[in-house]
């Protein structure tokens, strides 16, 4: 088949690469080169990387306006594969391939639509998610679902490592889908069900809440990471978190008993945001028990082990994370 590939970021890319070994991939659309690191260099998706080590024709565009709608139907496409590309497709855009577009998405339709499905699941302290391969139509992630493939999400995994498992997958999944429209065997059904939504991630998505459940803030913190970031205040300091673990089994974690969380120097439990060394482990405090903070980065400084920054401190008494 003459393909159409639309993405940008990483996950993105296994698909880009599994179709172009099986079939002809016209061109693809990625959004154009962004300011990345201290020096704003402009940098291009890693799919425009792959697509220009391809030698596929590469389309660059910010949003579907009329002129790249002229050049995708111009193409001659029999299908558009899209993964990821940022941008909404209107009806004009979607019929320029012959068999419009279908869209690989890391959730179990109709759960989770939108931007973000993989980060607001981890965020949610969801057990498995699905890879779902569906025609794309104008509503926000609501076509009828060609396929889908469960996938469980591992309890200490962040959103990065899952994305990545999940579009080497997905990227399989894509392509037995895309084999059985071109021999007409392929079938698609209405989504079932209430649909939520998965809104991109902002900064401020990223801000631990320790007043919440051990398995609460993990939760968070494992979803925002690596992208935006979990963070957090000590005074006016800005403290990114990079790792964390559970300090105990997550059977036993979230409950509300003094037994089931470390103390401090007063021998009390550990206050939300509150902090403790432990041998060569940081504890901080949760609603229900202590997680252990990993790796961190201060303002301005490298990332180091979160028990060299706490010893670098001095006291931890009276610091408290917020």
Known sequence: MRLIVAGSPNAAVPTLRRLAEQHEVVAVLTRPPTPHGRKRVLTPTPVADVARELEIPLIEAQRVDADVVARLRDLDADLGVIVAYGALLRRAALDAPRQGWINLHFSALPEWRGAAPVQRAVMAGASATAATVFQLVEELDAGPIFAAEPFA???????????????ASGADLVARVVDAIADGTATASPQVGEPTYAPKLTIEDGRIEFDRAASAVFAQIRGVTPEPGAWTMLGSARLKVLEASRAVAPADADRDTDADRDT????????????????RRLLVGTATGPLVLGRVQPAGKAAMDADAWARGLGSLEGRVLA
């Open 153 to 167: 999400i591992p309890a200490d995994a962040t959103s990065g490592t899952v994305l990545a498992a999940m579009s």
């Open 264 to 279: 401090d120097a007063d021998g009390e439990p550990l206050k939300p945001g509150a902090l403790r060394l432990q041998g």
